[in-house]
DNA sequence: CGTATCCGATACGTTCGCGTATCGGGAGGG
DNA sequence: CCCTCCCGATACGCGAACGTATCGGATACG
């Protein structure tokens, strides 16, 4: 928000290195985190990482609770920002061609998935990290949501429940990138995953009903994917 | 597979008091594990919780870990007979009737998932523990499947990539648990959880193809799903 | 260039949990 | 009924990490 020397005229005033090490100790602690785990994690070993001493650690922060809560809400809306962005360049694509920028975009890495795994977990039994947690998942189904559906519409199918298809990707990317972590290297971890996503999409998704019986009237129903490419 | 006092002739002597120390170890580790989470729980925590002091359990554990492994591949094994058991008593069901039966078997537990969720961010870190989580989870697909399949063939589809289904299913299981779980009390969540699951049902399943043309030859693909319950 | 202030390093005492070594009560066998 | 051996409790020392209080070098400003 800041970042230079001076507010207005009445606030704080050097803030020049403060913000770097502040930099700095965020950085560490995503790999410490990422490492160490989110219960084991100390703030030492945090410190070290950055090259400080816990003096600089409580100068900027009262708790590890609060450092890590801070890390992950800017890496989260990072995520978040360029999955906008990736999303924003897919002007009028197929429907598969805007998911797969946003499953480039949002990517299935290791360090973030172990975090915000265990972030969650740990959330469920604090209400207040709870609501933070579901908060920003909604958020990005309402990001998703509203691109692929314009995708989708223009490929001519109709989305009647929009909700139901973001949760239902959210939920689809959460539990294939587990799977395609279980199985490092594995190439059929993630054609599953690929290939669930386009199921998910065409699921939720019917052919666009033309108001008053234009064309193809008597195709009655779903013809399924343009193609089916995975082999039997 | 004991329990009583002597194995054969030749083994250990006394083993009534320690059997159900070692129960009340296990008990007492889910209970911590789920509430403190994994990387926080310490060994005084459980012994505490059982009612017992560090002394019995470096009695019978060398390790936290190990005590945890143990406990988990109890619970997860206990969880896949259930499955088995559930599924065995659906004989000649709708698949509707079977994917109810399994979801009923494996439920959304709130403590077990917390486990199994930091367990497995856990293990993606430790390869030993990676390959027993992900031969656990290729279990559960291995028991899932069949049933589901012959449910399905008895209900006119086929299942043309049985290895793809059963991923998809997990994975599902596993995403919408989390978000069920961070909305408590949402119908939405577990009503979009039960939809997605339909859908991947349908989705990864086709008409059984009739050998020579018999019966409904003219309908050309697909009829969706029997009914489609949601409200737009 | 001086000086006031900031900020990270250092030093300190404390608490927590660990792992081991030893003890004593009670369960089983004769 | 004794007596042996098991097994969980107790006692002990240790190391890690914590949070605070204080110090000294760096930094911005006149």
Known sequence: MDGTTQLDGKARR???????????????????????GFGRTTVESVCARAGFTRGAFYSNFSSLDELF?????????????DLREALAQV???????????????????????????????HALRTPGLRRIVAAREQAIRETLVPVLTGALRRAGRDVPDEAALGSAL??????????????????????????????VLYAYSRPTPRDAGALEPPAPEETPHPEEPHRA
């Open 69 to 81: 809560l801070a890390m992950w809400e800017e890496r989260s809306a990072r995520m978040l920002h």
């Open 91 to 121: 002007p009028a694509a197929a429907p598969e061609e805007a998911l797969r920028a946003a499953l480039a975009a949002v990517g299935v890495d290791d360090e973030w998935h172990r975090i915000t795994a265990e972030f969650t977990a």
């Open 14 to 36: 050097t803030t020049a290195r403060r913000a770097q090490t502040r930099r700095r100790l965020l950085d560490a602690a995503l790999r410490a985190f990422a490492e160490e």
């Open 170 to 199: 959210v939920a689809v990317h959460d539990g294939t990138s587990v799977q395609v972590l279980l199985e490092p290297g594995s190439e059929d971890a993630l054609r599953h995953r690929e290939e669930l996503f386009r199921h």
